[in-house]
């Protein structure tokens, strides 16, 4: 049976020689295929350029052109002790996202500096982002070393410069290789032109580097990937991340802690089937009752359960061309876990390549940055520190279809979390009152009262309609008080009068007033023909420190009258209805509304457009920054 | 685990995910070895039931013992097929007879795999390219979009890592799943070894007629531009040794990859797998 591959990832600077040390370990360790270094220097002589080790590597028409790796490739090379995969990293800064895509999945490190230049900007943030993904098997290579006539002074300056740089990220180089990939020295065999220098050339360095183990003895995370009911079955698909289980275990599914027992592995094609299974291990299980498990659900032994919660702190690193802004609704993966989170404090912003702590406040993290944050989620989620268990530890936001970032959760996440407690079965993960600003951090945005008042007729409920339907569909929680409805209900023991009239909108205002407060967006539509009443409600909103915006829906009373939806006009000047507004009952204008729509004189999208624009400014957070597709209002 | 373990695992994962992530998807079969330990990883996936269609793209120029394979396969697997051929080209005149290989692939095989997704509005294809295959595939991703034209943006990959893909698509656009795409062809061979799996006999030499070599098929395609190579591999333990030594490429018998510079390039930026 072959040997497992260590998988390496080679990085560095842009130009410092990635592909060129790919090539050249390639050609010098013969694991190229028949003819293929022939068929490229022949293709180099006939274009009379001068054949490179790189070109080995460079397959696209694209990368021939500008010279420069734009994706990750993964390349086989064999030393005498084992079989590796490379995979070669571009460094450019504009393929950042291609770099991080191949780096998370390797097993160790080769980052190249170029002897002439020194350590520069994607050294850096190279070396940054390696410790981010957890890679801690790391090689330095100063390359070009032909270019400093192998000058042990150079090679030891970037030494210590780079040491200085890596050590408060955690990573301690396991060698400082001098090489010079172009002319082969130190690459496969030791090199005879450094004599000053008596470590090991590349190949031997690599060939010290330990395969990845996934330990079965951690604690078990099993993540359910899936619910397969093909047949009578009722099977949980899913792999087992760390640890192991056996069939007659009793599991824990979090978030959630339902609690069942193992009742078989299924494994097709396995007779007699399995009774346990390992780290690393794609399984599917059945459990002995029918408990509700969905998808993004871990499950645990009774002891050494991953934290639930909230909220955390991370280290993320932000990729997309579009800013991470504060409080802005992402898709957070971990795992198989899907859920709505936002960063709601940033703790402070690193610039990755002088690793900096960024002075000035800021609301967000832009592409290339680093940042410690506190992050939210929706719902509660299941997770570990990254530090003890990987998988579990790590996260990606998603910006539109795509991976804007990632993170890792740090241990000070976890705190004393609730596992003790999980026995006892009464768990409290949120602790006091649920504040105001805890519900439009939840919702994105403040509630709020938009009274509309006007006419029958005036176009009250027509736009009220269309602004909740609009305010919907941007996400924004709305809710319409009717007046008519009102009446058949709260307000049933109440007629026209004007004392049941002025007792009818202050109820209304009550009732909006507190939907408002659990963070609604309340859009009255009531006659509400009193100025006096009208005002109480707002002082009253005022006083709880609830937005209010009257909206004054104007339309003549002719245009009313000509309109009549429902016939009412005609019954009040038939004597039909008594005290109707505007023909026997007064209607006082609002003296100074935020808003006032003339109905009669423009269209209503046109009119549902203003007042949404007076909704969102009314209901954003303050200090609040959020990004056009996340923004409800922002498309308005 | 050892590594054939691990490179299961994480095809099932990915089997997995895509099944989750998309309602209408359909696993492209060419009854190949590469297509054979695919069937094999889908079974395990999902517990003995493959829950999606598996295409055959019927170029008509199928060798015979494959059609015969393909039969006995869909019997054995259980598996629900459907066959896709490009009538229209072929009643145009599109053929090896006259026509060069990379036109005729397009046209039979890229064109015949469009019009099926035209049908059935596949939005995920799982297919069994790896990255050893070809430097091209070498820059795939395990989800890798691909626009309405059926275009790979090569130059403008979304980021995947962690295990967390794309799998969000627009109308018209599909995601390539490609659960093989860390195997190599001697993993392909080395699993089944282990597993037993089925392959046609193609694939173990035999006596060529015309000149009384022996010779094998290392990959199979459309009979007029698929050659064997030279080769006394007979038995699976026989191709896994020859494997560890050889350096002659896999694609080498394959004509449409060799047509011209960069020909591979070209037709996989049009669609092909």
Same mark, same amino acid.
């Given at each position: 049976?072959q040997?497992d591959?260590?998988?390496i990832?080679?990085?560095?600077?842009v130009?410092?020689?990635?592909?060129?040390l790919?090539?050249?370990?390639l050609?010098d360790?013969d694991?190229?295929?028949?003819?293929?270094?022939e068929?490229?220097?022949?293709?180099?002589?006939?274009?009379?350029?001068?054949?490179e080790?790189?070109?080995?590597?460079?397959a696209l028409?694209?990368?021939?052109?500008?010279?420069?790796?734009?994706?990750?490739?993964?390349?086989?090379?064999?030393?005498?002790?084992?079989?590796?995969?490379i995979?070669d990293?571009?460094?450019?800064?504009?393929?950042?996202?291609n770099m991080?895509t191949?780096?998370a999945?390797?097993?160790?490190?080769?980052?190249?500096?170029?002897?002439?230049?020194?350590?520069?900007?994607?050294?850096?943030?190279?070396?940054?982002?390696?410790?981010?993904l957890?890679?801690? +098997?790391?090689?330095v290579?100063?390359?070009?070393m032909? *270019?400093?006539g192998?000058?042990?002074?150079t /090679?030891?300056?970037?030494?210590?410069?780079?040491t200085?740089?890596?050590?408060?990220?955690g990573?301690t180089?396991?060698?400082?290789v001098?090489i010079?990939?172009?002319?082969?020295?130190?690459?496969?065999?030791?090199?005879?032109k450094?004599?000053?220098?008596?470590?090991?050339?590349?190949?031997?360095?690599?060939? #010290?580097?330990?395969m990845?183990?996934?330990?079965?003895? +951690?604690?078990l995370?099993?993540?359910?990937?899936?619910?397969?009911? /093909?047949d009578?079955?009722?099977?949980?698909a899913?792999?087992?991340?760390?640890g192991s289980?056996?069939?007659?275990?009793?599991?824990?599914?979090?978030?959630?802690?339902?609690?069942?027992?193992?009742?078989?592995?299924?494994l097709?094609?396995s007779d007699p089937?399995?009774?346990s299974?390992?780290?690393g291990?794609?399984?599917?299980?059945?459990?002995t009752?029918?408990?509700?498990?969905?998808?993004?659900?871990?499950?645990s032994?009774?002891?050494?359960?991953?934290?639930?919660a909230?909220?955390?702190?991370?280290?993320? /690193?932000?990729?997309?061309?579009?800013?991470l802004?504060?409080?802005a609704a992402?898709?957070?993966?971990?795992?198989?876990?899907s859920v709505?989170?936002?960063?709601?404090k940033?703790?402070?912003i690193?610039?990755?390549?002088? *690793?900096?702590?960024?002075?000035?406040?800021?609301?967000e993290l832009?592409?290339?940055e680093?940042?410690?944050?506190?992050?939210?989620?929706?719902?509660?989620?299941? /997770?570990?520190a990254?530090?003890?268990?990987?998988?579990t530890?790590?996260?990606?936001?998603?910006q539109?279809?795509?991976? #804007?970032?990632?993170g890792?959760?740090?241990?000070a996440?976890?705190?004393?979390?609730?596992q003790?407690?999980?026995?006892?079965?009464?768990?409290?993960w949120?602790?006091?009152?649920?504040?105001?600003e805890?519900?439009?951090? *939840?919702?994105?945005?403040?509630?709020?009262?938009?009274?509309?008042?006007?006419?029958s007729?005036?176009?009250?409920?027509? *736009?009220?309609?269309?602004?909740?339907?609009?305010?919907h569909s941007?996400?924004?929680?709305?809710?319409?008080?009717?007046?008519?409805?009102?009446?058949h209900?709260l307000?049933?023991?109440?007629?026209?009068?004007?004392?049941?009239?002025?007792?009818?909108?202050?109820?209304?205002?009550e009732?909006a007033?507190?939907?408002?407060?659990?963070?609604?967006?309340?859009?009255?539509?009531?006659i509400?023909?009193?100025e +006096?009443?009208?005002?109480?409600?707002r002082?009253?909103?005022?006083?709880?420190?609830?937005?209010?915006?009257?909206?004054y829906i104007?339309?003549?009373?002719?245009?009313?009258?000509?309109?009549?939806?429902?016939?009412?006009y005609?019954?009040a000047r038939a004597?039909e209805i008594?005290?109707?507004?505007?023909?026997?009952?007064?209607?006082?204008?609002?003296?100074?509304?935020?808003?006032?729509?003339r109905?009669?004189q423009?269209?209503?999208?046109?009119?549902?457009?203003?007042?949404?624009?007076?909704?969102?400014?009314?209901?954003?957070r303050?200090?609040?920054y959020?990004s056009?597709?996340?923004?409800?209002?922002a498309?308005? | 685990m050892?590594?054939?373990?691990?490179?299961?695992?994480?095809?099932?994962?990915?089997f997995?995910?895509?099944y989750?992530?998309?309602?209408?998807l359909?696993?492209?079969?060419?009854?190949?070895?590469?297509?054979?330990v695919l069937i094999?990883?889908?079974k395990k996936?999902?517990c003995?039931?493959?829950?999606?269609?598996?295409?055959?793209?019927?170029?008509?120029?199928?060798f015979?013992?494959m059609l015969?394979?393909?039969?006995?396969?869909?019997?054995e697997?259980d598996?629900?097929?459907?066959?896709?051929?490009?009538?229209?080209?072929?009643?145009?005149?599109v053929?090896?007879?006259t026509?060069?290989?990379? @036109?005729v @692939?397009?046209?039979?095989? @890229?064109v015949?795999?469009q019009q099926?997704?035209?049908?059935?509005?596949w939005?995920?294809?799982?297919t069994g390219i790896?990255?050893?295959?070809?430097?091209?595939?070498?820059?795939?991703?395990?989800?890798?979009?691909r626009?309405a034209?059926?275009?790979?943006?090569?130059?403008?990959?979304?980021?995947?890592?962690?295990?967390?893909?794309?799998?969000?698509?627009?109308?018209?656009?599909?995601?390539?799943?490609?659960a093989?795409?860390?195997?190599?062809e001697?993993?392909?061979?080395?699993y089944?070894q282990?597993?037993?799996?089925?392959?046609?006999?193609?694939?173990?030499?035999?006596?060529d007629?015309?000149?009384?070599?022996?010779?094998?098929?290392?990959?199979?395609g459309?009979?007029?531009? @698929?050659?064997?190579?030279?080769?006394?591999?007979?038995?699976i333990?026989?191709i896994?040794e020859?494997?560890?030594t050889?350096?002659v490429?896999?694609?080498?018998?394959?004509?449409?990859?060799h047509?011209?510079r960069?020909?591979?390039?070209?037709l996989?930026?049009?669609?092909f797998?």
């Amino acid at each position: 049976m072959q040997e497992d591959k260590l998988k390496i990832v080679i990085v560095g600077h842009v130009d410092h020689g990635k592909s060129t040390l790919i090539g050249r370990l390639l050609f010098d360790t013969d694991s190229l295929p028949l003819g293929k270094a022939e068929n490229i220097q022949k293709a180099c002589e006939a274009e009379g350029m001068e054949f490179e080790y790189a070109f080995l590597l460079d397959a696209l028409l694209e990368e021939q052109a500008q010279n420069i790796t734009i994706d990750t490739t993964q390349i086989q090379f064999k030393s005498a002790k084992r079989p590796y995969v490379i995979i070669d990293a571009p460094g450019h800064r504009e393929f950042l996202k291609n770099m991080i895509t191949g780096a998370a999945s390797a097993d160790a490190a080769v980052l190249l500096i170029d002897a002439n230049e020194g350590v520069q900007e994607q050294s850096r943030r190279h070396g940054y982002l390696l410790s981010m993904l957890g890679i801690r +098997q790391v090689i330095v290579a100063a390359n070009k070393m032909d *270019l400093v006539g192998y000058s042990q002074e150079t /090679f030891d300056r970037i030494r210590s410069e780079y040491t200085e740089y890596l050590k408060p990220l955690g990573i301690t180089p396991r060698h400082f290789v001098p090489i010079s990939a172009k002319l082969g020295e130190n690459i496969a065999v030791p090199t005879a032109k450094m004599p000053w220098y008596h470590g090991p050339c590349i190949l031997q360095a690599l060939d #010290g580097f330990d395969m990845p183990v996934r330990d079965e003895k +951690q604690p078990l995370r099993f993540l359910v990937q899936d619910i397969y009911r /093909f047949d009578e079955r009722r099977i949980l698909a899913g792999r087992i991340e760390s640890g192991s289980l056996s069939v007659g275990d009793e599991l824990v599914f979090w978030p959630d802690r339902k609690r069942s027992t193992v009742k078989s592995i299924e494994l097709w094609n396995s007779d007699p089937a399995p009774l346990s299974a390992n780290a690393g291990q794609s399984t599917a299980i059945t459990l002995t009752d029918q408990i509700f498990v969905e998808r993004g659900q871990i499950a645990s032994h009774d002891k050494e359960c991953p934290a639930e919660a909230r909220e955390f702190v991370a280290n993320i /690193f932000w990729l997309h061309d579009e800013p991470l802004r504060l409080d802005a609704a992402h898709e957070l993966k971990l795992g198989t876990q899907s859920v709505e989170a936002r960063v709601v404090k940033f703790h402070r912003i690193l610039d990755s390549s002088t *690793l900096q702590v960024a002075t000035e406040p800021r609301l967000e993290l832009r592409k290339n940055e680093a940042a410690e944050v506190l992050v939210r989620t929706r719902r509660p989620i299941a /997770f570990d520190a990254a530090e003890t268990l990987p998988v579990t530890g790590r996260f990606v936001l998603m910006q539109g279809k795509r991976i #804007g970032g990632g993170g890792i959760v740090l241990d000070a996440a976890i705190g004393k979390n609730a596992q003790q407690e999980v026995k006892s079965g009464n768990i409290t993960w949120t602790v006091g009152r649920v504040s105001r600003e805890d519900r439009s951090a *939840l919702l994105g945005h403040k509630g709020a009262v938009i009274w509309m008042s006007g006419l029958s007729g005036a176009g009250k409920s027509t *736009l009220a309609v269309a602004t909740e339907s609009a305010l919907h569909s941007r996400g924004m929680a709305s809710f319409i008080l009717d007046g008519d409805n009102l009446r058949h209900g709260l307000c049933s023991d109440l007629g026209f009068s004007p004392k049941d009239r002025a007792e009818n909108i202050r109820r209304a205002g009550e009732v909006a007033k507190l939907m408002a407060e659990s963070g609604m967006i309340v859009l009255t539509s009531l006659i509400s023909p009193y100025e +006096q009443e009208r005002e109480r409600v707002r002082q009253s909103c005022a006083a709880a420190g609830v937005p209010f915006a009257m909206v004054y829906i104007n339309a003549p009373l002719g245009a009313c009258e000509d309109r009549d939806p429902r016939g009412l006009y005609k019954k009040a000047r038939a004597g039909e209805i008594k005290g109707f507004t505007g023909i026997d009952s007064p209607y006082e204008p609002p003296a100074k509304p935020e808003l006032e729509l003339r109905t009669d004189q423009k269209e209503i999208i046109v009119c549902r457009d203003e007042l949404l624009a007076l909704i969102v400014e009314l209901t954003r957070r303050t200090g609040q920054y959020r990004s056009e597709e996340s923004d409800p209002g922002a498309a308005i | 685990m050892n590594h054939l373990d691990r490179l299961e695992s994480q095809s099932i994962y990915i089997f997995r995910e895509a099944y989750q992530a998309f309602t209408k998807l359909a696993m492209p079969w060419s009854m190949g070895k590469d297509s054979n330990v695919l069937i094999w990883l889908a079974k395990k996936a999902f517990c003995g039931k493959i829950p999606f269609p598996v295409l055959h793209v019927d170029t008509t120029y199928e060798f015979p013992e494959m059609l015969e394979f393909r039969s006995w396969a869909q019997k054995e697997y259980d598996l629900d097929l459907l066959v896709s051929i490009n009538e229209e080209a072929r009643a145009r005149g599109v053929g090896y007879e006259t026509h060069d290989p990379v @036109t005729v @692939t397009h046209e039979l095989k @890229t064109v015949a795999l469009q019009q099926a997704m035209a049908k059935h509005g596949w939005q995920a294809l799982i297919t069994g390219i790896r990255r050893d295959e070809d430097s091209t595939r070498a820059k795939e991703r395990y989800f890798s979009p691909r626009n309405a034209a059926f275009e790979w943006d090569y130059k403008d990959q979304p980021p995947e890592f962690w295990n967390q893909f794309t799998t969000a698509v627009g109308p018209g656009e599909h995601v390539r799943v490609q659960a093989l795409l860390d195997w190599t062809e001697l993993d392909i061979w080395l699993y089944i070894q282990r597993e037993k799996i089925p392959i046609p006999q193609m694939y173990f030499a035999r006596k060529d007629p015309t000149d009384g070599k022996l010779k094998r098929f290392r990959s199979l395609g459309c009979w007029p531009i @698929t050659h064997p190579v030279e080769s006394s591999a007979a038995t699976i333990e026989e191709i896994v040794e020859e494997l560890k030594t050889t350096r002659v490429s896999e694609r080498a018998g394959r004509a449409q990859d060799h047509h011209e510079r960069n020909a591979m390039q070209k037709l996989r930026a049009k669609g092909f797998m």
